[in-house]
Structure formats: C-alpha cells, structure tokens
C-alpha cells in the first residue's frame, strides 16, 4: 500500500537569469507504515520536496499522490479537506495558537476535523515527548524545545495518514530528539502511520526504515535499514 508518491517532479523558483531548479525529476513511493528520513545538503531541494509532497507548494511539473488522490490541479479547498483529513505537520515554525494551553492547541486539527480525540493515544504522546506538566500552558510559557515537541504531539494525535516533519529536531536537545523521534517510530509501528522527515541529524537514522539523499534536486542514494553510522 502506497501512502504517498511524486512521479518525475520538478520545481523551478524564479524567471529569466535567475532560475533556480530547486526539484529535477525526482519519483519517490512512501509506502504505508514506512518511516523515511530525508537527508542531503543545504539547497539540496529537501525542503521544497516536503512542501510539494506535503501539498504547501506547488511542483511546476510531474505528480504528487496522497493515497489514491492525485494533488495535481486539486483546487484550494479540496487540498485543504486533504491536508485537514489525512496529513500531520511538525514544521519548525511552530503556528501554535498562543491563546490556547498546549493541550487545545495538541488537539486542535481533531477538534476541527469534529472527530473524537483518543485519549489513550493522547496520554502516550504527551507522556512519551515528556510535557504532560506542560499541558495548561500557553506557547509563551513554554521553552522552544517544548513548543516543538507540542507541535509534534499536534501533528500525531489526530493519527493521520501521513507525517510530515521539516527538521523536527531541529531545536532539540538529546534526550528531546529521542523523544520525538521515538515517537514517530511509535506512529508507524502502532498505527501504521507513515513518517517522511527532512533532517540534518544522523541519530534520525536510526529510527528510520531508510534514508533517502538529495543532492541537487535529485535523488542519489537511499539505505535500508540504516545505522547512525552510515549518515555520518
Ligand atoms: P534544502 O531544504 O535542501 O536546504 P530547499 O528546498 O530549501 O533546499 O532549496 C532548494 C533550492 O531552491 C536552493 O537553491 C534554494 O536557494 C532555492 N529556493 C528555495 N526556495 C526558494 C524560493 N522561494 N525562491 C527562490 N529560490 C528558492
Ligand atoms: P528545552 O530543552 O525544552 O528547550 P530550555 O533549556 O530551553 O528547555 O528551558 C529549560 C526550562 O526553562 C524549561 O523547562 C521551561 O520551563 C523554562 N523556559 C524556557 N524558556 C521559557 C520561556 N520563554 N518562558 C517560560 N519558561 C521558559
């Protein structure tokens, strides 16, 4: 079962002399349950490959699934049924509401989606990411490395189909990142969730079913089963 795929996507930013070719053809399959860690260099297109998979950006040619759903030409309101239904984001800008408590803000998509939260589940990622003291707070309350790991918690509550995460240990200490990469290894393996994370840090590896590198907008290598060793 495939949870996601971009088939010869390309990206271009800019006209004239200064175009800039950010995504050159890159086919990718996320299947169901499989978590993958993007790696690769600065400017290596990873970031605007997680907004066109992501539907936040729109790829100038090729084609991006979620599902069976085929993004292109989707209008503005059926991508964000799509987005709100079946996809979770742990972005480094946090856009947590600063005038909820972390716990509104953790189960915000599911109240607006008007499903049921599951408390269970609930209680394990606020527990597991370490801010069950953090609950009645409100974003200014907190630290950045609490922000981010409620924004994590947000992004898996509503158990969606797919996550999508841009560098979300970024701001985190050790213990931290273990935390929120534990937890989305947790998501795959307990809901079958399907976790693609863009990341600079090799203990990403680890947790991860494979690793895929870009360079240059393309695709150059990919490890199954990869050790922290290998992304050094
Ligand atoms: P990464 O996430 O690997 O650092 P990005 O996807 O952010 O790479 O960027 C890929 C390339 O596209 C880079 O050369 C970057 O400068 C360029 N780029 C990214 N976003 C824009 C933009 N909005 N306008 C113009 N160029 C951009
Ligand atoms: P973290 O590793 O979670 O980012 P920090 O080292 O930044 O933690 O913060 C340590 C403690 O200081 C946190 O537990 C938090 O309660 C408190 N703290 C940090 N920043 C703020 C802030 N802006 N407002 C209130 N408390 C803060």
């Known amino acids: 079962l495939i949870a996601a795929s971009a088939q010869e996507l390309t990206k271009v930013y800019g006209t004239g002399d200064t175009v800039v070719e950010a995504l050159r053809g890159v086919t990718i399959s996320f299947r169901a349950g499989e978590f993958t860690a993007i790696m690769g260099p600065s400017g290596s297109g990873k970031s605007t490959l997680m907004h066109c998979l992501a539907g936040l950006d729109v790829a100038s040619g090729g084609r991006v699934q979620i599902g069976e759903v085929d993004l292109t030409g989707l209008d503005d309101k059926a991508m964000t049924t799509i987005r709100r239904d079946r996809i979770g984001f742990v972005f480094q800008a946090f856009n947590l509401v600063p005038t909820l408590t972390a716990a509104e803000n953790i189960t915000l998509p599911v109240d607006i989606a008007g499903r049921e939260v599951d408390r269970e589940w609930f209680d394990t990622v606020v527990d597991r990411l370490g801010i069950r003291d953090r609950l009645e707070h409100?974003?200014?309350?907190?630290?950045?490395?609490?922000?981010?790991?409620?924004?994590?918690?947000?992004?898996?509550?509503?158990?969606?189909?797919i996550i999508f995460g841009d560098e979300p240990t970024g701001n985190l200490d050790s213990r931290s990142s273990g935390e929120v990469l534990g937890i989305l290894r947790a998501a795959t393996d307990e809901?079958?969730?399907?976790?693609?994370?863009?990341t600079h840090?090799?203990?990403?590896?680890?947790?991860?079913?494979?690793?895929?590198?870009?360079?240059?907008?393309?695709?150059?290598?990919?490890?199954?089963r990869p050790s922290a060793d290998d992304v050094f």
Do not use: H, M, W
Request: proline share 5%.
């Open 138 to 161: 409100r974003p200014a309350e907190l630290s950045g490395g609490q922000q981010q790991r409620v924004a994590c918690a947000r992004a898996l509550v509503g158990k969606p189909s």
């Open 191 to 198: 809901f079958g969730q399907t976790v693609v994370i863009v």
């Open 201 to 224: 840090d090799p203990r990403a590896a680890s947790y991860a079913d494979r690793v895929v590198f870009l360079a240059d907008g393309q695709i150059v290598r990919e490890l199954q």
